[in-house]
């Protein structure tokens, strides 16, 4: 508690990414596509985050912290998933992401429940 007995607000920073910052990051996605550590995280086929097995075809990379919010072509912020998941994420952050799949999951529940 701060003082007064009021609480700390937190703040969040809004990241600006120019065009050009964005077109640096991509550029270097393509190239991380064809090296082996592309190869090896999509031989298995299967989506990140929906875990369905799609073959290596039908992947596609991900950043988890995209471009638009700061994210960068670097091997841990990018993963492989379907496009159907990669279509619906968006830009958005992991939370937002998991927020996302938590409602949809709770939406599919009373759907069930109510069967």
């Given at each position: 508690m701060g003082a007064g007995g009021r609480g700390k607000s937190m703040q969040w920073e809004e990241?600006?990414?120019?065009?050009e910052e964005i077109r640096k990051e991509k550029e270097r996605a393509r190239r991380l596509r064809k090296t082996h550590w592309w190869q090896r995280?999509?031989?298995r086929g299967v989506?990140?985050?929906?875990?369905?097995?799609v073959g290596r075809d039908g992947l596609t990379?991900?950043?988890?912290?995209?471009?638009?919010?700061?994210?960068?072509?670097?091997?841990?912020?990018i993963v492989a998933c379907c496009k159907e998941c990669n279509n619906r994420k968006q830009s958005l952050l992991p939370v937002e992401w998991e927020e996302y799949?938590?409602?949809?999951?709770r939406?599919?529940?009373?759907?069930?429940?109510t069967s």
């Open positions: 990241t600006i990414v120019t065009e995280k999509i031989e989506c990140y985050y929906c875990r369905t097995h990379m991900d950043h988890i912290v995209p471009l638009s919010r700061g994210g960068k072509s670097r091997k841990g912020n799949l938590d409602r949809l999951a939406e599919d529940r009373a759907k069930e429940d």
